[in-house]
C-alpha cells in the first residue's frame, strides 16, 4: 500500500458495502481547515492478492478546492471522474494485487464529499480478504500527518471484504467511529494520544454463532505491548445496549461471551447489532445478527 492524503476540507463519505441481503453504511467527515490551500490528495485503495473479484464504486465526489487531473493504478478504472475530473464517479476492480485512484487538490478547499460501494465476495478460506483503504497525503505522497494505523501506511480506515454483513471495518485515529454509521475527524493534531502504540492490528478472529439465538462467543487478538480493551454491543441506529468487556488484557487471544442481554437486565431484541471493539487508538467494527 501507498497512499495517504491531505485535504483541508469538510469530507462527507458515504460508504455502501453489499453483501447477501444486507447493507452497510459510513459517513465519513473531515475538517482540515488547517490544511486549506495546500497541495493535498484524497486517495482509496482497493487490495486483492486472491482470484476472487470485487468492485469498489467511488459516487458523486465533489469538492470545493481546485483540483488536478485524477490518477489510478492497477484496475481496470473507469468513469467520469477519472475522465473529466470533479464533480464524477469512479469503478475500481481488482484485477490487480494494487489498484488506486487518487484525486489531487492544487488547492484544497473547505468541502468535498462523496458515496463509495463495495461489493462483498468472500475470499477463499485461509486466504488475506481483499480490502479498501481511504488515505490523506501530501502532494509528494507521503502521509499528511500520523495515524495509529499499525502497518504504518498512515490510513484512516479499512474494510476488510470478508463476505460477512459489512465486513469488517477498522478505523484509526484521529479518525473515530460514530455509531451508528459516521467516519469523523476534526482535529488530527490532538486526537492521537502519545504513549506505546499497538505494534499490531486489533481484530475479531471469531464471532459465533452468526446470527445466534443465545449466547455469542467473540474472540480477538490485541497485539504487544497490550492496553485498555473496551467492547460494547450497538444497536443499528448506534444506541448503546451492553458493556461486555473492560478490561487491560495482555496481547494476544481474548476470548469472552455476550449473553444477549443488555446493561439493564433485558434480553435484546432480534435485529442486527454492532460489535464495536477499542484498544489504543484502533477501532474495530463488525456486524452480529440475533434471531428467535
Same mark, same amino acid.
Given at each position: 500500500? &501507498?497512499?495517504?492524503?491531505?485535504?483541508?476540507? +469538510?469530507?462527507?463519505?458515504?460508504?455502501? %458495502?453489499?453483501? %447477501?441481503?444486507?447493507? &452497510?453504511?459510513?459517513?465519513?467527515? +473531515?475538517?482540515?481547515?488547517?490544511?486549506?490551500?495546500?497541495?493535498?490528495?484524497?486517495?482509496?485503495?482497493?487490495?486483492?492478492?486472491?482470484?476472487?473479484?470485487?468492485? !469498489?464504486?467511488?459516487?458523486?465526489? &465533489?469538492?470545493?478546492?481546485?483540483?488536478g487531473a485524477v490518477g489510478q493504478s492497477?484496475?481496470?478504472?473507469?468513469?467520469?471522474?477519472?475522465?473529466?475530473?470533479?464533480?464524477?464517479?469512479?469503478?475500481?476492480?481488482?484485477?490487480?494485487? $494494487?489498484?488506486?485512484?487518487?484525486?489531487?487538490?492544487?488547492?484544497?478547499?473547505?468541502?468535498?464529499?462523496?458515496?463509495?460501494? +463495495?461489493?462483498?465476495?468472500?475470499?477463499?478460506?485461509?486466504?488475506?480478504?481483499?480490502?479498501?483503504?481511504?488515505?490523506?497525503?501530501?502532494?509528494?505522497?507521503?502521509? !499528511?500527518?500520523?495515524?495509529?494505523?499499525?502497518?504504518?501506511?498512515?490510513?484512516?480506515? !479499512?474494510?476488510?471484504?470478508?463476505?460477512?454483513?459489512?465486513?469488517?471495518?477498522?478505523? $484509526? !485515529?484521529?479518525?473515530r467511529f460514530v455509531a451508528p454509521d459516521?467516519?469523523?475527524?476534526?482535529? $488530527?493534531?490532538?486526537?492521537?494520544?502519545?504513549?506505546?502504540?499497538?505494534?499490531?492490528?486489533?481484530?475479531?478472529?471469531?464471532?459465533?454463532?452468526?446470527?445466534?439465538? =443465545?449466547?455469542?462467543?467473540?474472540?480477538?487478538?490485541?497485539?504487544?505491548?497490550?492496553?485498555?480493551?473496551?467492547?460494547?454491543?450497538?444497536?443499528?441506529? =448506534?444506541?448503546?445496549?451492553?458493556?461486555? +468487556?473492560?478490561?487491560?488484557?495482555?496481547?494476544?487471544?481474548?476470548? %469472552?461471551?455476550?449473553?444477549?442481554?443488555?446493561?439493564?437486565?433485558?434480553e435484546a431484541r432480534s435485529g442486527v $447489532?454492532?460489535?464495536?471493539?477499542?484498544?489504543?487508538?484502533?477501532?474495530?467494527?463488525?456486524?452480529?445478527?440475533? &434471531?428467535?
Open positions: 500500500m &501507498t497512499c495517504r492524503l491531505g485535504v483541508a476540507s +469538510l469530507i462527507v463519505l458515504c460508504v455502501a %458495502v453489499h453483501s %447477501v441481503g444486507a447493507t &452497510t453504511r459510513y459517513n465519513l467527515r +473531515l475538517n482540515l481547515s488547517q490544511f486549506s490551500g495546500d497541495s493535498l490528495q484524497l486517495a482509496f485503495d482497493l487490495t486483492s492478492a486472491d482470484s476472487i473479484a470485487n468492485v !469498489a464504486r467511488i459516487l458523486a465526489l &465533489t469538492a470545493d478546492g481546485r483540483t492497477g484496475g481496470p478504472v473507469s468513469g467520469s471522474l477519472v475522465e473529466t475530473g470533479l464533480p464524477g464517479d469512479a469503478t475500481i476492480h481488482d484485477d490487480f494485487f $494494487y489498484n488506486q485512484v487518487v484525486t489531487p487538490f492544487d488547492s484544497v478547499g473547505s468541502q468535498a464529499s462523496a458515496a463509495l460501494e +463495495l461489493t462483498e465476495v468472500p475470499p477463499p478460506a485461509g486466504t488475506v480478504p481483499d480490502q479498501l483503504s481511504f488515505f490523506l497525503l501530501h502532494h509528494d505522497g507521503t502521509p !499528511a500527518f500520523t495515524t495509529t494505523d499499525p502497518l504504518g501506511a498512515g490510513a484512516l480506515f !479499512a474494510v476488510d471484504i470478508t463476505g460477512a454483513s459489512g465486513g469488517d471495518l477498522s478505523v $484509526y !485515529a484521529p479518525m459516521t467516519l469523523r475527524m476534526s482535529n $488530527y493534531l490532538d486526537a492521537v494520544a502519545s504513549g506505546a502504540p499497538l505494534r499490531g492490528r486489533v481484530m475479531f478472529t471469531r464471532v459465533s454463532p452468526n446470527p445466534a439465538t =443465545g449466547v455469542i462467543r467473540i474472540e480477538f487478538e490485541i497485539p504487544e505491548p497490550g492496553d485498555r480493551v473496551a467492547l460494547d454491543v450497538l444497536d443499528i441506529a =448506534g444506541r448503546h445496549v451492553a458493556s461486555v +468487556l473492560r478490561s487491560q488484557p495482555r496481547a494476544g487471544h481474548v476470548a %469472552v461471551s455476550w449473553s444477549r442481554r443488555g446493561d439493564d437486565g433485558r $447489532y454492532l460489535l464495536r471493539l477499542r484498544a489504543t487508538g484502533q477501532t474495530v467494527v463488525r456486524k452480529v445478527a440475533l &434471531t428467535r
